[in-house]
């Protein structure tokens, strides 16, 4: 149940940037969404990885381009809604006293560090397997021992039920106006095709389809 409020925070977090920046068009981004459940350490530590577009689609306007994305502000307003969602169904009483203790020890928001660890980093004896990463703050390289059923069991926990879903997708919703010709031709090619190169607008009324004599 947590991973989901995960998910809805990420969506929530990334929509309503976009709808801060013009409420009337109310920018419609495309992203995914993927779920990770690991650490460095291979301990339980969930993260959300997210690829989006760099522009979004508006209620009057085909599409923009957005070349920035403000990072600090983003994971600030990412922890804001996750631990409100959390506080919602945990009930008040029962969050309240975490809360403030997670904003008082994270005040920069929620970061994970969670380099990768790659197969040639893992090796393993009789008993023993040894895995090697690279630490995210000082990029030190940090090499781990520990018992060949001990490194079964922290992978085995990032096996998921069955009806959990680690991916989820949010396809920018294209409004009425795309499914105009002009506006198609305009979002894809960059081209009005019924301007003309004097600063005058043509005005499209019907086309003429000559008929053929089938019979």
């Known amino acids: 149940m947590a991973m989901l409020f995960i998910f809805d925070a990420v969506s929530s977090t990334i929509l309503s940037w976009f709808y801060d920046q013009n409420h009337k068009e109310s920018f419609s981004p495309g992203f995914i969404s993927t779920l990770h459940t690991f650490g460095r350490d291979l301990k339980w530590n969930p993260h959300i990885h997210v690829l989006i577009t760099e522009g979004a689609a508006g209620n009057f306007t085909p599409w923009k381009k957005f070349n920035f994305f403000p990072y600090t502000m983003l994971r600030n307003r990412f922890q804001t809604i996750l631990l409100s969602l959390l506080e919602k169904h945990l009930g008040k009483n029962n969050f309240k006293s975490l809360k403030n203790h997670i904003y008082k020890t994270s005040k920069n928001g929620f970061y994970v560090h969670a380099p990768k660890i790659k197969a040639h980093d893992i090796k393993s004896t009789v008993k023993y397997v040894t895995f090697g990463y690279d630490r995210h703050e000082d990029n030190k390289r940090i090499e781990e021992t520990i018992h060949a059923y001990e490194f079964i069991k922290r992978l085995i926990i990032h096996i998921y039920d069955k009806f959990i879903y680690m991916l989820k997708p949010?396809?920018?919703?294209?409004?009425?106006?795309?499914?105009?010709?002009?506006?198609?031709?305009?979002?894809?090619?960059?081209?009005?095709?019924?301007?003309?190169?004097c600063g005058h607008t043509f005005h499209f009324y019907y086309i003429v389809k000559k008929s053929y004599d089938t019979s």
């Not at 949010?170 to 031709?185: E, Y």
């Open 170 to 197: 949010h396809v920018a919703k294209f409004r009425k106006h795309l499914r105009n010709w002009r506006c198609r031709i305009e979002l894809y090619f960059h081209y009005d095709p019924l301007k003309c190169s």
